[in-house]
């Protein structure tokens, strides 16, 4: 069974730092590119960041480059978030989704549950 | 970016009714376009992928259609289960993104 656990968030200041993590099992992890969803309170989703199965391809929404930054750790079945320089415009629920087998794009077929982030003072 | 321009945002429908809702791409996608539905507390759930293909599972009153900028999302018959948000999604580049949502009600 796929599994998605998201862990890492919780109350920050703003202008301080978080790191989100995302634990993967019931399938071949390095085989399949990797996506943060977010979703602010009452709000829609919103793509945030992905890398491709190999860490070839990683991309993000204008309104987080330069402040976050993906990763993965294939040995370890991870995906991560590192979030600078937090706003309040940030807060929100953080889903981790998987993307294609050996790609990047594509649908998201399994989600976690999600982690709340919450920025404020 | 690619903006993606979902509508409705809302609608209200009876059970049995046809439901349609559209989503258009700033530029050309081709077929990169998934659907998903949201209902309150849970995360989202893949109905439709690359524009037109049918999820695993997913009942077959569900349907897309579309290519390139146009594209619809059709649930056959209304029924009170769907009450949900449903989202599109195209994915032809490195960003990613999401229409603004579509909050289905039953009448």
């Known amino acids: 069974e796929v599994q998605l656990v998201e862990s890492g968030g919780g109350l920050v200041q703003p202008g301080r730092s978080l790191r989100l993590s995302c634990a993967a099992s019931?399938?071949?992890?390095?085989?399949?590119?990797m996506h943060w969803v977010r979703q602010a309170p009452g709000k829609g989703l919103e793509w945030v960041s992905g890398?491709?199965?190999?860490?070839?391809?990683?991309g993000y929404a204008d309104s987080v480059k330069g402040r976050f930054t993906i990763s993965r750790d294939n040995a370890k079945n991870s995906l991560y978030l590192q979030m600078n320089s937090l706003r309040a415009e940030d807060t929100a629920l953080y889903y981790c989704?998987?993307?294609?087998?050996?790609?990047?794009?594509?649908?998201?077929?399994?989600w976690g549950q999600g982690t709340l982030v919450t920025v404020s003072s | 970016d690619i903006q993606m321009t979902q509508s409705p945002s809302s609608l209200s429908a009876s059970v049995g009714d046809r439901v349609t809702i559209t989503c258009q791409a700033s530029?050309?996608?081709?077929?990169?376009l998934n659907w998903y539905q949201q209902k309150p507390g849970k995360a989202p759930k893949l109905l439709i992928y690359?524009?037109?293909n049918l999820e695993t599972g997913v009942p077959s009153r569900f349907s897309g259609s579309g290519s390139g900028t146009d594209f619809t999302f059709t649930i056959s018959s209304l029924q009170p289960e769907d009450i949900a948000t449903y989202y599109c999604?195209?994915?032809?580049?490195?960003?990613?993104?999401f229409g603004g949502g579509t909050k289905v009600e039953i009448k």
């Open positions: 989704a998987r993307g294609k087998r050996y790609s990047y794009g594509g649908d998201f077929d399994y």
């Open positions: 019931g399938f071949t992890f390095d085989d399949y590119a």
């Open positions: 890398i491709s199965w190999n860490s070839g391809s990683i």
């Open positions: 530029q050309d996608i081709s077929n990169y």
């Open positions: 690359d524009a037109s």
């Open positions: 999604q195209q994915y032809d580049n490195l960003w990613l993104t």
